[in-house]
């Protein structure tokens, strides 16, 4: 009966402990939204603005006209898919030569390859500008997209997942007169679905979040910009109209909640790629 | 008529002193619908000959015909030959049906006519109620099945299997060795089968290479083999229990080493070989008698209804008179 | 036809896409911007010459640099210990069999779904001094937040940074220790609770070092993560407040609107290798985990 008694106690104490890092990881969001659901004169009276009532999509509409968020959205959306699609595609191939290709320099080649993996986006961003600016691409897609479109962590990973694929299944292609391409669209592709599908997840949110480059290579043109920087201009109006930033932050920040909810496992699983051991 | 032919074939891995050699000078004829078995024992070099057949490797020397071609530079498609891999290396995400449409797929052949090749080599293999599903939904025994469907629906003139029935378990091994010979009693093509297992190796092969380090010990039929052995490395490869093998001096001449299989190994009071017995193990059918003479082990196999002597016991053996195999004894080649 | 050359052509095509945008767009500025770093420029930066290697010394000792660098090495002591003890802490919390306990593993992993840019633009808001809901509700705790606010006060800027750093990189490390508690192996604590163990003695001798290599990597990402801080700075104080400007990174002072090198290519291009450099440094480290975990990983 004690023993009974005093494993409920712990067992609430860790619930209660466990509601409580909740309430405190989820409070700077949960603030942010309820601001951004008032209208303004009510999101800066605190802490009425905490609670949920008198709700309005108001502010969410404003800040949606003033920052040109539907563009901007648009921009992200667009700008995201094609380096999701470039970066899938290039890693495939890469990857596909890498595992299944013999060619001289193939050791030293895959080496020199993941060494680039240590150059920062922070140290090429310097030139990368002036490139960009010399191919005329300063505010446009194609500077956006085209720098994003190969990765050297995709290939490394999806080179991971054929190398394990079992030897003798290219070898009954091979027979059978299977090309390159064919096997790699008809077999190696389709067993790497759950990685390809981690990798793709990935490389959307990285390019959605993405500040940096955006903030470099695009200068104040609204038509190209993507919504991670048109933030900041909601933030640069009148203080007194703070609440349009929680407006924007909303929009911007809802559809990747709703990809985390939805995609949870292979987003843990490209998060932990490399990181666990097993 | 394909017949495959091997021409002093050599295979090296690796160069300069880290060489190390697979096949050595092997030459070996398999006529047009034979059911040769390649046999030895694991890392004797008998996958890598077949591999060289395929073309899933390049010889370092000698050639390979199949028919009156010389394949040597013949990309494995165009080889008219087809391969069952030991793992099946069936496509997990294809259907039954789409696994074995797919060379015909490759090959550019209509939608319809590849369905319906693909139903009769199923019907051959009795894989029609499985067509729909996927590997991973089959059995072992029906995996296999497809992985041979998949290589008669090509209709190759050449039909390769390496250690095909390794991945089953004993009862299916022996069903499924029964269904192979009759598949080859039924279509045109010339069988040729790498095996360790010198069961599958007797029962089902028209013809044996035994292998052993790369080069090739005897070629023969499974009787033949059995009967006379060419070496004493097939003479102790092949049989269960295996031969005996007495050393030099023990039953003639210094020169030879004597052989005798355990069924020609008589209890004869008085025999010339005295040995105490080790151990006895009754199979039901037959009892084998395990003795030890003067450090040398040997088998004798018994009539369970004959007298059986107790562990313990000194026993006295003759050999059956002709049965005695004699073999060289520092090459090991056949003497007698 | 020699077989074994005959991949050639289409390891060719099948390479050419990665390895040219790679050249492009990562190792052609990489060198690039090593040899502009030679160069010194005057304060217009249209006109410069060469000086050599020299040049990296002078801006490594440079003030600005010296100062970015102190400000970068200062964030990292304040975003890493405390994000590494978090996350073990809510992973161990949400490490038990409990009814609900995945929603409380979704919550925690919540913060990886925001941005550099939402999370900073968060926490600006809720410390906005007067109208921020912190600013608010604890200004009567903290009188310094009432005005002129945490991040314009010289003093708690960099802290300020680093809170909302440390709240942003929450859900990634909790996500990965997740993952790495799941992976030790069940009998081992199974084994060491009937070795007569108590709690806290398996979590020190068998959860510690079984997930000592992740905590490694988990240790090494935070590092660099606060070595290439911009975001944050640009959106939070913009590298102020000024004069002090104690929320200069590295990345804030080669990359920054408002900094003093924005229009000298050669500075920035050297602050650029010299990042490059200390991002390699840890990288080494990083490896030398690498190592270690395989040796006892299997």
Same mark, same amino acid.
């Given at each position: ?20 890092? @909740? ?12 601001? @951004? ?74 080496? @020199? ?36 479109? @190969? ?128 | ?45 008998? !996958? ?90 089959? !059995? ?48 045109? !093509? ?115 209804? !004959? ?30 | ?298």
């Amino acid at each position: 009966m004690a023993a009974d008694t005093v494993r409920g106690v712990r067992k609430a104490g860790r619930y209660g402990l466990l509601v409580f890092v @909740a309430v405190v990881v989820l409070f700077p969001i949960y603030a942010v939204v309820m601001q @951004a659901l008032k209208s303004g004169p009510d999101s800066l009276d605190h802490p009425r603005s905490l609670l949920p009532v008198d709700l309005t999509l108001s502010t969410i509409s404003a800040a949606w006209d003033q920052g040109d968020l539907g563009r901007l959205l648009l921009n992200s959306v667009f700008v995201s898919i094609m380096v999701t699609i470039g970066v899938v595609v290039t890693s495939l191939l890469a990857a596909y030569a890498f595992a299944f290709l013999q060619f001289p320099l193939r050791g030293p080649l895959f080496i @020199a390859f993941l060494a680039t993996m240590l150059v920062p986006s922070e140290v090429t961003v310097v030139i990368n500008e002036r490139t960009a600016d010399s191919l005329g691409w300063i505010n446009s897609y194609q500077g956006l997209i085209v720098p994003s479109l @190969a990765s050297t962590f995709g290939v490394f990973l999806v080179r991971q997942v054929f190398l394990q694929l079992p030897g003798e299944l290219r070898e009954a292609a091979a027979l059978d007169g299977v090309g390159h391409l064919r096997f790699l669209w008809e077999v190696a592709a389709p067993l790497s679905r759950p990685t390809l599908g981690a990798l793709g997840l990935f490389t959307f949110l990285g390019t959605w979040n993405a500040y940096l480059w955006p903030s470099q290579v695009i200068r104040g043109d609204r038509a190209h910009e993507t919504i991670q920087i048109g933030l900041e201009r909601l933030k640069n109006n009148d203080i007194s109209k703070i609440n349009l930033v929680t407006g924007g932050l909303v929009v911007a920040a809802l559809p990747i909640f709703i990809m985390l909810v939805l995609f949870q496992r292979q987003l843990v699983r490209g998060l932990t790629a490399g990181a666990v051991k097993g | 008529m394909a017949q495959v032919r091997l021409e002093h074939i050599t295979k090296r891995f690796g160069d300069g002193s880290e060489a190390v050699t697979a096949v050595d000078d092997v030459t070996l004829q398999i006529e047009h619908h034979e059911f040769m078995i390649l046999l030895g024992p694991s890392g004797c070099g008998k !996958s890598t000959l077949l591999r060289m057949v395929a073309g899933l490797e390049d010889p370092t020397a000698g050639d390979v015909f199949i028919g009156d071609r010389r394949v040597n530079d013949v990309e494995p498609k165009q080889r008219d030959i087809a391969m069952v891999f030991q793992s099946y290396a069936l496509y997990p995400h294809k259907t039954v049906a789409a696994n074995i449409e797919f060379p015909l797929k490759v090959r550019g052949v209509g939608k319809a006519e590849r369905a319906a090749e693909a139903l009769r080599a199923a019907e051959v293999l009795g894989l029609e109620p499985q067509m729909k599903r996927k590997p991973g939904q089959l !059995s072992g025994g029906q995996r296999q099945r497809v992985a041979l469907a998949r290589a008669i629906v090509r209709n190759p003139a050449v039909f390769l299997m390496d250690e095909p029935l390794s991945n089953l378990d004993a009862k299916l091994r022996g069903d499924t060795r029964a269904e192979l010979v009759d598949l080859h009693r039924r279509i045109d !093509s010339t069988f040729l089968y790498v095996t360790h297992d010198q069961v599958e190796a007797m029962t089902m092969g028209s013809r044996v290479a035994v292998l052993s380090d790369g080069r090739l010990q005897q070629v023969g039929t499974p009787q033949e083999v059995y009967d006379r052995p060419a070496t004493a490395f097939v003479a102790q490869f092949i049989g269960t229990p295996p031969m005996n093998m007495l050393p030099p001096g023990m039953l003639g001449s210094d020169a030879v080493q004597v052989g005798i299989r355990p069924e020609h190994l008589r209890l004869t009071p008085g025999g010339e070989l005295h040995a105490i017995v080790k151990q006895v193990e009754h199979l039901g059918h037959e009892v084998l008698l395990f003795a030890d003479a003067n450090g040398t082990r040997l088998i004798s196999r018994l009539d369970p209804s !004959s007298f059986v002597p107790e562990v313990g016991d000194p026993v006295a053996f003759d050999a059956e008179p002709g049965r005695l195999h004699r073999f060289d004894a520092t090459s090991g080649e056949r003497v007698s | 036809m020699n077989r074994r050359l005959r991949d050639v052509p289409w390891a060719i095509v099948m390479l050419l896409p990665s390895i040219a945008l790679i050249a492009v767009w990562t190792v052609y500025p990489l060198v690039k911007a090593i040899q502009k770093g030679h160069l010194r420029c005057d304060v217009t930066g249209t006109k410069c010459r060469d000086a050599g290697w020299g040049r990296y010394w002078d801006v490594f000792t440079s003030a600005e640099f010296q100062h970015a660098l102190g400000v970068s090495l200062k964030l990292m002591v304040l975003t890493v210990p405390v994000g590494l003890l978090l996350g073990i802490g809510l992973a161990v919390l949400a490490d038990k069999h409990l009814r609900g306990i995945g929603v409380f593993r979704t919550i925690f992993s919540s913060t990886v779904a925001t941005s550099v840019a939402v999370a900073s633009l968060v926490w600006f808001t809720l410390l906005q001094p007067q109208i921020g809901v912190f600013a608010d509700m604890f200004s009567g705790w903290f009188p310094v937040v009432k005005n002129p606010g945490l991040l314009n006060d010289a003093n708690t800027a960099l802290p300020a940074v680093a809170l909302s750093s440390i709240w942003a990189n929450l859900g990634f490390t909790f996500i990965i220790i997740t993952a790495a508690l799941q992976s030790v192996p069940r009998d081992l604590y199974e084994s060491a609770f009937v070795d007569g163990a108590g709690s806290v003695r398996r979590f020190t001798n068998v959860t510690i070092p079984m997930i000592a290599p992740t905590l490694l990597f988990v240790g090494v990402v935070l590092t660099t993560r606060a070595l290439q801080t911009y975001g944050e700075i640009a959106l939070l104080t913009g590298g102020g407040p000024n004069p002090e400007k104690p929320t200069t990174t590295i990345p804030y002072l080669i990359y920054g609107r408002n900094s003093l090198i924005s229009n000298d290519l050669g500075t920035k291009s050297a602050a650029a290798v010299l990042l490059f450099l200390l991002s390699l440094v840890l990288a080494l480290v990083q490896f030398r985990g690498l190592e270690k975990r395989v040796h006892y990983g299997r």
